[in-house]
């Protein structure tokens, strides 16, 4: 849910106070919870990809893909590899590489994994690539500058950077 910080203060006890302005209705929520143990993560707070953006980063894969006469899905899966900041690397004990990977690459087209030896004894690292469905707004921002600068390598039209700016800009 996002909120606004307003205010932290002390109580009587010592313990702190956090005041939030919460954007959504959370009145069911405090009546079921109210007087409980409860969990509260707070992150600072970043737009999420809009379906505009979406949109074109698939416009411009279609172009590439075109272009040099392969899948569309190989062009987002190399795009993908190519931006940081959307994979984790993990060391996994070699038995588990093969079923990690397979369950990983079920959650879409772009979740996919590479692996290279470890210096541990019977392990294997994994690097498990986030596809573009979970992207934040930076993170869509990069995988579309990079097809972007694929497609001007190509002598592909692109969008005009004032529009691609204004897209980039008005992510939900």
Known sequence: MKARLVDLTMSFSGK???TL???ADFR???DALHDSTVEVTVKKY???RSLDANAY???LIDKIARRLKLTKAEVYRNAIR???GVSET???LDKSVDRLCQVWSRNGLGWQTETFPSKIEGCTNVILYYGSSSYDTEQMSALIDSLVQECKALGIETMPPEELESLIKNYN
Do not use: H, N, P
């Open 21 to 23: 302005e919460l954007d």
């Open 82 to 84: 190519t931006i940081g």
């Open 90 to 92: 993990y060391c996994a």
């Open 16 to 18: 702190q106070r956090l």
């Open 28 to 30: 069911e929520d405090f």
């Open 57 to 59: 980063a698939w416009v």
């Open 46 to 48: 970043r737009k999420s």
